[in-house]
């Protein structure tokens, strides 16, 4: 399949599309910022409270004449535009396709995994709603500046999928289990003197880890004018494994360094008055911290000297590909794969599912941050004006996909039912087939990847309902139009099948059992999901309570991840299921709910309809606070392990 590159069809379009948008925006744009001006965040209103000139109030005063001046001048170019700008979205492609030309790392990945041998691969899904509106839309939901959000919000992704993934094995009289391949960090060397941040207790400093840069990559093909390796997915599948020896009596660690300015991320100033993206250097999460690309790294000593310790000793750094044999402890047993809460991005993150990117301009700006980790991405997706939907379309879908493996197929589908304000938006699926790897016989092995935005008002259960059976038509459509293989001859392998999206419902609000009975979820698993209705007890609410964005407890990622550990932080900053019972509001409600939350944001995977004898099993889950004060939801993501064939013992 030809991917498009470009959003018309000749160049002679795209011109004339060039111009009539030119026509259109600066009326665009006058509104937008008209509308702005009167909805203040609670951060713009903390911070006006302070100053006793009245400053804002005077500029508004100034400032909107002119502006509906200009926008009176503006409305007659703006309707030329309009006249020819309509028309043309019919002639429109449905998404506009990006790859960094000069990155060879997808093409790499295809050969690190034959599945053969019994050797099985991780492969790691991400998924968030990032609420990339138009300004006067974005303050709905207690959020501004989209276009300096956008940007932020690539950095830190860029940064928490580029850091280096840490395995740690502790050798111990005690304890032979192994502490796993975390998502988040676990100490950070941070700070200019090189001072460490504590161990956690249960593991022994034994050992000296310290991040050289490329002095610690080990050799590969990758041409010299490549992005430096921490803005870079190539040779990111390796994954960094320290071995720490333990010993009875041995000398117990250190205390943190009181002095480190580093430590915890950055220190916030008063309540509410740092929104995260005009963070200063260090701050966590943000691109000039020591910790958004490093943080995994474990600075730990050696000996009571200090010293780096006998290389014949027991502990070591190496590199392992995550094409691995499945040999590892859990650190949940009760569960059948680990979960926690992350202030990070995990590492070697493979697909990237967004939604809400309406804004094109912010679009374009995380697209630009994006590619320096991912080398695939899909960006405007969705149809304008009538085109190829009931309602006229004033929004894209506001989907956004990149990748590390290559893209084969893409398919884009927009919802005909929605109403009301979300009829404006092309809400869809958009479905996507990637290579992931190729056998000795030269097939193919490929994953499918489903991204969605279902419709939003609570009240319309029914709608959604319908959505989700369009989905799985026209994800069943996708499989069948796509599948070059036969039974008798397959030439492809599928190895996954992943649906991630917000779904706009949750499992646990009693308004929502329609949704929850779905079956969808028949046929495809949700990780943190029991039954219609029950959500396993360490599933959190990926829906953030609007009015404490800015809270100092919830103002940086470390910040909010500590919030979100706590049964008391989670009912004070996360929305919980609403009722069309009376009573009395959110706040009011908490105390008498059970549950942590309004889970919307899904994560879901097929066990069936893979390749004969493969099996897809889910080896890590983690919700995402490094967005924190950036967007209204938590991203979530998860790690899939495909097993291939009998496994190794």
């Known amino acids: 399949m030809v991917l498009h590159t470009t959003p018309f069809p000749n160049s002679c379009l795209s011109a004339l599309h060039d111009v009539s948008w030119a026509l259109i925006f600066p009326c665009y744009w006058l509104v937008d910022q008209l509308l702005a001006s009167f909805t203040p965040t609670t951060y713009e209103t903390r911070q006006r409270a302070g100053d006793p000139c009245y400053l804002h109030l005077f500029c508004t005063v100034l400032f909107t004449p002119i502006y509906l001046a200009l926008l009176v001048a503006a409305l007659p170019f703006a309707f030329l535009g309009f006249l020819f700008w309509s ?3 019919s002639a429109r492609r449905p998404y ?12 790499a990945l295809l050969s690190e995994w034959k599945g053969t041998g019994g050797a099985g691969k991780s492969f790691c899904f991400a998924t968030a709603n990032l609420c990339l509106l138009p300004d ?40 032979t289990s192994i502490s796993a391949a975390s998502f988040s960090s676990l100490v950070s060397p941070q700070g200019s003197d090189g001072g460490a941040r504590a161990v956690p207790g249960s593991i022994k400093r034994t050992a000296s880890v310290d991040y050289k840069g490329d002095a610690g990559r080990p050799p590969s093909d990758e041409p010299a004018n490549s992005p430096a390796w921490g803005d870079s997915g190539d040779g990111l599948e390796d994954s960094c494994i320290v071995r720490i020896g333990s010993e009875e009596g041995g ?18 100033g008063s309540k509410g008055q740092t929104p995260n993206h005009n963070q200063h250097d260090g701050d966590s999460g943000s691109l000039g911290s020591p910790s958004a690309s490093r943080e995994s790294l474990v600075k ?21 590909t995550s094409v691995v044999k499945k040999a590892r402890r859990r650190r949940h047993p009760d569960e059948a794969f680990d979960h926690e809460v992350s202030a990070f991005f995990p590492a070697n993150l493979d697909f990237l599912c967004l939604q809400e990117v309406f804004d094109k301009r912010a679009a374009a700006k995380l697209k630009d941050e994006l590619h320096g980790y991912f080398e695939y991405i899909l960006y405007d997706v969705g149809v304008y004006a009538c085109h190829g939907c009931c309602h006229f379309k004033c929004l ?35 479905f996507l087939k990637v290579q992931v790897g190729s056998t000795p016989q030269d097939q193919r092995i490929v994953g499918y990847i489903a991204c969605t935005h279902l419709h939003a008002p609570p009240e319309d259960s029914a709608i959604r309902c319908e959505q989700l059976d369009l989905l799985q038509d026209w994800l069943s459509d996708f499989r069948k139009s796509t599948s070059s293989s036969s039974t008798a001859n397959p030439e492809e392998l599928v190895a996954f099948d992943v649906i991630c999206g917000d779904l706009n419902f949750d499992n646990c609000s009693s308004d929502d059992k329609l949704e929850q009975q779905h079956s969808l979820f028949t046929r495809y698993k949700d990780p943190c999901r029991l039954g219609p209705g029950e959500e396993k007890p360490w599933a959190i609410g990926t829906l953030l309570d609007t009015n404490g964005l800015y809270d100092e407890d919830v103002c940086t990622p470390d910040n909010l991840q500590k919030v979100l550990e706590s049964e008391e932080g989670r009912r004070e900053y996360l929305a919980f299921p609403t009722s069309k019972s009376p009573g009395a509001g959110q ?7 059970k549950g942590n939350g309004r889970r919307i944001d899904y994560m879901l995977h ?43 013992v």
């Open 87 to 89: 028309p043309l979205q």
């Open 96 to 107: 506009i396709y990006s790859r960094l030309e000069d990155k060879a790392g997808g093409a």
């Open 136 to 175: 006067s839309l974005a303050r709905q939901n207690n959020v501004f500046n989209t276009q300096a959000r956008a940007k932020e919000i690539g950095q830190r992704i860029r940064n928490g999928a580029a850091r280096p993934q840490i395995k740690i094995y502790i050798d111990s009289p005690t304890n």
């Open 251 to 268: 000398r117990a660690p250190e205390p943190e360094d009181a002095g480190n300015p580093a430590r915890n991320g950055a220190t916030a």
């Open 300 to 320: 730990a000593r050696a000996g009571p000297d200090g010293g780096g310790g006998d290389p014949g000793a027991n502990h070591k750094l190496l590199y392992k």
């Open 396 to 430: 894209n879908s506001g989907l956004f996909f990149a990748s590390r493996y290559p893209i084969m197929d893409v398919a884009y589908h927009c919802y005909p039912n929605g109403c009301s304000f979300d009829a404006l938006a092309s809400k869809g699926a958009l």
């Open 587 to 593: 706040k009011g409600r908490k105390d008498l709910l």
């Open 606 to 648: 097929a066990e069936e309809g893979l390749c004969p004898d493969w099996k897809a099993e889910v080896e890590e889950f983690s919700f995402i606070t490094q967005l924190s004060g950036l967007t209204d939801h938590l991203p979530v993501a998860m790690r899939l392990m495909v097993s291939a064939g009998e496994e190794e």
